[in-house]
């Protein structure tokens, strides 16, 4: 892995724990005795916007090194099931959670004078901003349990991606 995928990683992970506090923030703001709209939607963009850059470096990462170099050393591994499973579900929810995280920043903008007043909606908020962070927790450790089982299948089997290309170029022969 060279160090732009690397840096990539790294700024999908951060930028995706950032957003996990922030609507940790919107959701303990919201729940608080003294309500700080201007603080709630600030944390709000804040989740928002790392969610996005997640999205995107997350899709970089993915798209130019994941797919071609760590899913088939897991899938050729004894925990197939790992990417099968939580991969295809952790991409799904993460399609998904940046346009959670927009409908409630959006809300929270838009309807900034009526949280105070509005218990329903106060209450929506909080749940839905306790949606993102238990499915930005979900998919956090599912990222964590899918780098287990690259670590886990190069470190026992010591495979190397030209044994992989090697069999690979047999398999079709």
Not at 28 to 39: E, M, Y
Request: aromatic share 10%; glycine share 8%.
């Amino acid at each position: 892995m060279n160090s732009l995928l690397l840096n990539a990683l790294v700024w999908h992970i951060l930028l995706g724990i950032t957003a996990i506090v922030a609507f940790t923030g919107v959701s303990l703001l919201l729940r608080g005795k003294d309500l700080n709209v201007k603080l709630v939607k600030i944390y709000s963009l804040l989740g928002f916007l790392g969610f996005l850059g997640s999205w995107i470096f997350g899709g970089y990462y993915y798209a130019t090194y994941y797919a071609s170099e760590v899913k088939p050393l897991i899938l050729a591994g004894t925990t197939p099931l790992i990417h099968q499973i939580l991969m295809e579900s952790k991409e799904h929810v993460f399609l998904f959670l940046p346009f959670l995280a927009f409908v409630t920043c959006l809300l929270l903008y838009s309807l900034s004078k009526e949280i105070g007043t509005n218990e329903k909606l106060k209450k929506s908020l909080i749940l839905l901003s306790l949606l993102i962070v238990t499915l930005g927790i979900i998919i956090t450790l599912s990222g964590i349990a899918i780098s287990g089982a690259v670590t886990k299948k190069s470190q026992s089997a010591k495979i190397s991606l030209s044994n992989l290309t090697e069999a690979a170029k047999y398999n079709h022969e």
